[in-house]
């Protein structure tokens, strides 16, 4: 018995950390993609089109060994020299801090806008509807560029300057957040409504408002706890929305963040540890989030 | 009974509207565009020069651009450009999704995880870069192909990148398929996987399958204006100003995204040219998602 546990342990082990480098060659590949189609000489610029995929494979090979001594190494940005690692922490520090109040604004208010959604009339409701399928067709882009178009507005009509644009020196975070969070609540909460539609039907929800409990505290204790699950399903998806919409913002709201190391910089494995940095809050999250899962609502 | 009636009336008012610009679309490239000359210079009473690009006026109601187009023509011009451009990459990701993701299925079904992992990190890197590395240089392609290659190329680049979400998105749909009670007995009884295919999943999925292609259209849109921002044009660059003398670029096709994007660094001082394809694409993108409102209400019934 003993030794079939262990066995199946270092299977375990061995499918994990298949896996981990099965994820390291898919990121260097992606870096190291301008090779596959592109001949390039030793400054880094291209110079002829075709398919070298011998090419390709070779600059995966090389990409994925720089990537383990790439501590100490060196990089060339806007024309200047950094070294590696105090310049990407501090840049990732701040383009994480902004993705993550996006993501806290995005639960919390989208949470209290299917909460009131509940008290609304019918009629009220269907309208509601509507608003939300009009808003669920703006792109991201359109909404980023709109809040600027109107910041600048004011600032000519007025002479008053709401919020700072612009990132060029300082680090900007309000508006960023907002246009960040804008689409995600959207969706989360087209998402929500429907879930706790079908959930405010079942039958425990009759039965605990008809012992007498008011409706908030059965949509609190009871509905929330059981909606989790589905909305953490959709997890993924956001995080995914927001984080090409960051990249974006980043390029038009010119903020020195992390995001531009994935496009501006010649260096593939730097690009690498880029990617495998954002990838990494994601899989923390969701662990997390099915730890907490199973702990409060599956064994209770 | 009578929601259906609506949905369907709704479905075919859509449909006519598409068809209506898009003919109006090819009436404007193909009839009227020897006989409508680009406005080049404005003088006033006042003996100032003004020039392009001009703001509404009743020759031209929606502005020019700034070579000095009618905004209006142009919009209209785009449509097919945005039409096709979305559709056909659809299409071509659809083909390939369906194709890898029996195959995965099917016959690949013990790598499975690891090809999942594999996959994970073109799913979240956001599809632009993916664009960005494959295609951004374009003088290059140029050079070396022509310029019909490089619209060819960019489609196709269009259509990878966007493949792996796709595919994951199949996977799980079939999987939830697959594990009907119907499916399972059939399996028991012997039938082979063609014939699973197309007996008991395909005629399901095909419902399913025209939700999934108008979603995918519109994220086809909403990638083209991505790609806009970043100066990316599906169709090449043209040279902006009245004798290409500016060294912004403007969209070669006008296709909506294209022109979202050129119009960014204009847009304090023009915003008009930023308004009206804004407004175009929303228009676009909320008729698409009314389609899906009424198919997803005509399968529920």
């Given at each position: 018995m003993k030794k079939g546990l262990a066995k199946s342990l270092y299977i375990n082990i061995l499918k994990v950390s298949i896996k981990i480098i099965l994820l390291l060659i898919s990121v260097s590949s992606i870096t190291s993609l301008r090779s596959l189609v592109y001949l390039r000489d030793s400054a880094g610029f291209s110079h002829s089109f075709g398919f070298y995929p011998i090419n390709f494979l070779k600059e995966i090979f090389i990409t994925f060994i720089r990537l383990f001594s790439i501590y100490d190494s060196k990089f060339f940005y806007m024309g200047k020299e950094y070294d590696v690692f105090p310049y990407i922490i501090d840049k990732y520090i701040y383009t994480m801090s902004i993705l993550f109040y996006a993501i806290i604004i995005t639960i919390l208010v989208s949470f209290l806008i299917s909460y009131v959604f509940h008290f609304f009339s019918k009629r009220f409701k269907r309208l509601f509807e509507g608003i939300l399928l009009i808003m669920d067709s703006i792109p991201d882009i359109i909404i980023i560029l709109a809040s600027q178009l109107l910041v600048i507005r004011l600032y000519q009509a007025?002479?008053?300057?709401?919020l700072q644009l612009y990132g060029l020196r300082d680090n900007v975070y309000l508006l960023p957040i907002i246009c960040l969070s804008f689409v995600p609540i959207v969706m989360v909460v087209k998402i929500m409504i429907k879930i706790f539609e079908e959930e405010i039907e079942e039958q425990y929800v009759e039965f605990a408002i008809a012992k007498g409990l008011s409706r908030s505290t059965v949509f609190i204790k009871h509905v929330v706890r059981n909606v989790i699950k589905s909305i953490f399903s959709h997890i993924g998806l956001i995080y995914w929305y927001m984080l090409s919409s960051l990249f974006v913002i980043e390029y038009l709201f010119q903020m020195?963040?992390?995001?531009?190391l994935l496009y501006r910089v010649n260096d593939s494995s730097l690009s690498s540890v880029a990617i495998i940095l954002i990838l990494i809050p994601f899989g923390l999250m969701r662990a997390a989030f099915f730890r907490i899962y199973e702990r409060r609502v599956l064994n209770e | 009974m009578n929601k259906v009636n609506w949905s369907k009336i709704i479905l075919f008012i859509i449909f006519s509207v598409f068809l209506l610009f898009l003919s109006a679309s090819f009436i404007v490239e193909f009839g009227m565009k020897n006989s409508v000359e680009p406005e080049r210079l404005i003088y006033t009473s006042e003996g100032k020069v003004l020039r392009p690009p001009?703001?509404?006026?009743?020759?031209?109601p929606l502005g020019t651009d700034k070579n000095g187009n009618d905004f209006l023509f142009k919009l209209i011009n785009g449509f097919k450009y945005t039409f096709f451009i979305s559709a056909i990459v659809t299409l071509l990701r659809l083909m390939i999704g369906i194709v890898c993701s029996f195959a995965i299925l099917f016959y690949l079904k013990k790598i499975k995880p690891y090809i999942e992992t594999f996959l994970t990190p073109f799913l979240y890197v956001p599809a632009f870069i993916l664009f960005i590395l494959l295609a951004k240089e374009e003088e290059i392609i140029i050079n070396a192909h022509g310029e019909y290659f490089l619209i060819f190329y960019q489609i196709i680049i269009v259509s990878l990148i966007g493949f792996p979400p796709l595919l994951f998105l199949l996977i799980k749909e079939y999987e939830q398929l697959l594990n009907k009670d119907y499916v399972v007995a059939s399996r028991l009884l012997g039938a082979n996987k063609f014939h699973l295919v197309r007996k008991q999943i395909f005629p399901v999925f095909k419902r399913r399958l025209f939700i999934v292609f108008i979603q995918q259209t519109i994220a086809t849109i909403i990638l083209l204006i991505h790609l806009g921002v970043f100066q990316i044009f599906i169709g090449g660059k043209v040279k902006g100003g009245i004798i290409g003398e500016d060294n912004k670029y403007l969209s070669n096709s006008s296709e909506w995204g294209g022109m979202i994007g050129q119009s960014i660094l204009d847009m304090v001082h023009f915003p008009w040219l930023l308004i009206y394809p804004a407004l175009a694409v929303i228009g676009l993108i909320l008729l698409l998602n009314i389609m899906i409102m009424q198919l997803e209400k005509i399968y529920d019934r």
């Open positions: 007025t002479g008053f300057k709401v020195q963040g992390f995001t531009s | 001009f703001p509404s006026s009743i020759e031209h």
